[in-house]
């Protein structure tokens, strides 16, 4: 499957984003799809996955202010971004994985596609 993200930009400090990704070249609603983000230095940091069942996990540092979902009918999965904080200027990637089991939906190793990145950049 081929991964496209699209939707980042430069906003200020509690405002809102929405970034989307589709995806093209597989069958989407059998993928569990996630959205990870990256900065200079670190490593690639897991944000929230939505699973086929729409049951949706995040990271403890934008749960309550990042809603994943996704539309299977538009091979599309969005990642709404509210309250936005400094600390989440990133590089933003969405990823997808047809085998991925629960315990690994917060690994950047239980995915095997990967979109280009978007970037996101939050003044303060």
Same mark, same amino acid.
């Given at each position: 499957? +081929?991964?496209? &993200?699209? /939707?980042? *930009?430069?906003?200020? &400090?509690?405002?809102?984003?929405?970034?989307?990704?589709?995806?093209?070249?597989?069958?989407f609603?059998?993928?569990?799809?996630?959205?990870?983000? +990256?900065? #200079?230095? !670190?490593?690639?940091?897991?944000? &929230?996955? %939505?699973?086929?069942?729409? =049951?949706?996990?995040?990271?403890?540092?934008?749960? *309550?202010?990042?809603?994943?979902?996704?539309?299977? &009918?538009? $091979?599309?999965?969005?990642?709404?971004? $509210?309250?936005? !904080? #400094?600390?989440?200027?990133? %590089?933003?990637?969405?990823?997808?994985?047809a085998?991925? %089991?629960?315990? +690994? =939906?917060?690994?950047?190793? /239980?995915?095997? $596609?990967? *979109?280009?990145?978007?970037l996101?950049?939050?003044?303060?």
């Open positions: 499957v +081929q991964l496209q &993200a699209s /939707g980042g *930009g430069l906003v200020q &400090a509690e405002g809102s984003l929405r970034l989307s990704c589709a995806a093209s070249g597989g069958t609603s059998s993928y569990v799809m996630a959205w990870f983000r +990256q900065t #200079p230095g !670190k490593e690639r940091e897991f944000v &929230a996955a %939505i699973n086929r069942g729409r =049951y949706t996990y995040y990271s403890d540092s934008v749960e *309550g202010r990042f809603t994943i979902s996704r539309d299977n &009918a538009k $091979n599309t999965v969005h990642l709404q971004m $509210n309250s936005l !904080k #400094p600390e989440d200027t990133a %590089i933003y990637f969405c990823a997808a994985s085998r991925v %089991i629960t315990s +690994q =939906y917060r690994s950047e190793g /239980g995915y095997d $596609n990967w *979109g280009q990145g978007t996101v950049t939050v003044s303060s």
